[in-house]
Every structure is written in structure tokens, then in C-alpha cells.
């Protein structure tokens, strides 16, 4: 249990040292999202469908600029 949180430490770390990780993080979207009550009561729960459902997670998954930011985040790219 706590090596993968060991191991979850190490990534946000990691991602926090990141240019573009901080970029996408501070985003208004992604901002308004972390912030939104509702979204995060869905988070904790790890609901998957429920989070892709919610409203601003919808639109910010349709901004081009975020989705390209995420998609070198996930593909391991992430440096800069």
C-alpha cells in the first residue's frame, strides 16, 4: 500500500517540476474543474464515467490545446 504511494509521490514530484504539467494545472479550466465541489466528491469516488460526464471535465477534454498538453503527459514526454 504505501509503495504505491511512495511510487504516486514520485510522480507528482515529478509532474509538478514539469513546465508543461504546471501550465495544464494552472489552466482556468483545469482550475474551475479541481475546484468544483461536485467533481471532487466524483474523484474520490474513482467513478470513471461519472468524471468523463461531468460538465467541465466535457469541455475542457474538448479544448485542443489541453488535449495536446495531456496527451505528451500520458505518452511520457513530459519534461521542458
Known sequence: MFGNMGEQLK????LMKDKKFQAFIMNPKVQALLQD???????????????????????????PE????????????VGG
Not at 469516488?45 to 479544448?63: G, I, T
Not at 498538453?69 to 514526454?77: M, R, S
Request: aromatic fraction near 4%; avoid cysteine; charged fraction near 25%.
Open 37 to 63: 465541489p461536485e467533481f471532487q466528491q466524483i474523484a474520490q469516488s474513482k467513478n470513471l464515467d461519472k468524471m468523463k460526464s461531468h460538465p467541465k471535465f466535457a469541455v475542457m477534454m474538448q479544448d
Open 66 to 77: 489541453l488535449m495536446e498538453v495531456i496527451k505528451q503527459l500520458v505518452q511520457g514526454q
Open 11 to 14: 510522480l507528482v514530484q515529478r
